[in-house]
C-alpha cells in the first residue's frame, strides 16, 4: 500500500468548499438580524455547497484508506489470504462504484433541464458531485490494487 501524502487536491477543495461553506451560513446568520437584509440564494448555496464538501470528502477518506472497516477476522488471516481478501473486497467495490458512476452520469443528464431555484444554473451541477467522488473514488481503488498487485509482483521466491 502506497503511503498517502499529507495534502491532496481532494482535500484541499473539501477544504476550500468548508470555508466558502462557512462564509455563506455567517452571511445567512447575519441576514436574519437587524443589521441587514441576507440575500435569498444563501440558503440553497449552502446546501451545495455542504454536499460538495461531503462527496469531495469522501473521495478524500478513500485516498487515505480510512473508511471504517471490521477487520478483526481479516486480522487472524494469514498475510497472503489478508491480501486476497482485500483484493476482492476492492474488486466487488470497484464493481459497485463503477455502477454508482453510471447511475450519476444518468441523473446529472436527468437534471441538466432543472433550473435552480435561486442559483443561475441547472441542478446538474449539484448531481455532478456525486459522479465527480465516484470518479475519484474509482481511481484511489484502481491505485490501490495496481500497488497491492506490484507488491506480490516484486516478491521473488527465496530458494
Request: charged share 20%; glycine share 6%.
Amino acid at each position: 500500500m502506497e503511503n498517502p501524502r499529507k495534502y491532496s487536491i481532494e482535500g484541499i477543495v473539501a477544504s476550500v468548499f468548508f470555508i466558502v461553506l462557512i462564509g455563506v451560513v455567517l452571511i445567512q446568520v447575519f441576514g436574519r438580524t437587524p443589521l441587514f437584509r441576507g440575500p435569498v440564494w444563501t440558503e440553497e448555496t449552502a446546501r451545495w455547497l455542504w454536499v460538495w464538501m461531503a462527496f469531495i470528502g469522501i473521495s478524500e477518506v478513500e485516498r487515505q484508506d480510512g473508511q471504517l472497516k471490521m477487520a478483526f477476522l481479516a486480522d487472524l488471516l494469514p498475510g497472503g489470504a489478508r491480501r486476497i481478501l482485500y483484493t476482492v473486497i476492492d474488486l466487488v467495490y470497484l464493481g459497485i462504484v463503477g455502477h454508482l458512476i453510471w447511475i450519476a452520469y444518468k441523473t446529472v443528464l436527468r437534471t441538466s433541464d432543472n433550473v435552480s431555484v435561486t442559483l443561475p444554473t441547472t441542478d446538474a451541477v449539484l448531481y455532478a458531485s456525486g459522479l465527480v467522488a465516484t470518479v475519484l473514488i474509482l481511481h484511489r481503488i484502481v491505485r490501490r490494487l495496481l500497488s497491492r498487485r506490484d507488491v506480490t509482483v516484486t516478491r521473488e521466491p527465496t530458494l
